[in-house]
């Protein structure tokens, strides 16, 4: 076991239509919402530029199993985007499970009043904050990075 490594690290949820992005504080306490990268144009370039903005050590990438733990065509596409952005960052990145994680993240904005409709520009932010909140808590609770690292350009899985 080591201990919880310190610095800032972003949270990315991959949706077909948009990219949700999420950061940590240095301390690794908190996830807060940064962003909704369009996936049309050039999403990994804007990342790469969050990630130099933010000074981010780490950059988890959603997996979106299915609840048996099964690859879905969602989560090939996530593998390959985890891909592109490690071939293009000089920091790690790794692949955390996301199971539910954006449907948690419509339950917190349901609950906070918004309508689905309402909610379409940020869900993929809160899906982010939701997938690293996770990550973190399991690392501080393990003394462990949460999920797989993946190499620059991997192919999907």
Same mark, same amino acid.
């Given at each position: 076991?080591?201990?919880? $490594?310190?610095?800032?690290?972003?949270?990315?949820?991959?949706?077909?239509?948009?990219?949700?992005? @999420?950061?940590? !504080?240095?301390?690794?306490?908190?996830?807060?919402?940064?962003?909704?990268?369009?996936?049309?144009?050039?999403?990994?370039?804007?990342?790469?530029?969050?990630?130099?903005?933010? +000074?981010?050590? +780490?950059?988890?990438?959603?997996?979106?199993?299915?609840?048996?733990?099964?690859?879905?065509?969602?989560?090939?596409?996530? $593998?390959?985007?985890?891909?592109?952005?490690?071939?293009?960052? &000089?920091?790690?990145? $790794?692949?955390?499970?996301? $199971?539910?994680?954006?449907?948690?993240?419509? !339950?917190?904005?349901?609950?906070?009043?918004? &309508?689905?409709?309402?909610?379409? &520009?940020?869900? !993929?932010?809160?899906?982010?904050?939701?997938?690293?909140?996770?990550?973190?808590?399991?690392?501080?609770?393990?003394?462990?990075? @949460?999920?797989?690292?993946?190499?620059?350009?991997?192919?999907?899985?």
């Amino acid at each position: 076991m080591t201990a919880f $490594r310190r610095g800032i690290r972003l949270g990315i949820d991959v949706g077909r239509a948009r990219v949700g992005v @999420a950061r940590s !504080d240095p301390d690794g306490l908190l996830a807060v919402p940064v962003e909704t990268v369009p996936r049309k144009g050039e999403p990994v370039r804007r990342i790469v530029a969050l990630a130099e903005e933010y +000074e981010a050590f +780490e950059v988890l990438v959603g997996l979106p199993l299915n609840l048996r733990g099964d690859d879905t065509p969602s989560t090939t596409d996530a $593998r390959a985007f985890a891909g592109e952005l490690a071939a293009a960052l &000089s920091i790690p990145v $790794r692949l955390v499970d996301e $199971r539910l994680s954006t449907v948690s993240a419509h !339950d917190v904005l349901r609950q906070a009043g918004r &309508s689905q409709r309402e909610s379409r &520009s940020i869900v !993929d932010q809160v899906a982010a904050v939701v997938l690293l909140q996770q990550a973190l808590d399991v690392e501080r609770r393990s003394g462990d990075p @949460a999920g797989p690292a993946v190499a620059p350009g991997q192919e999907p899985a």
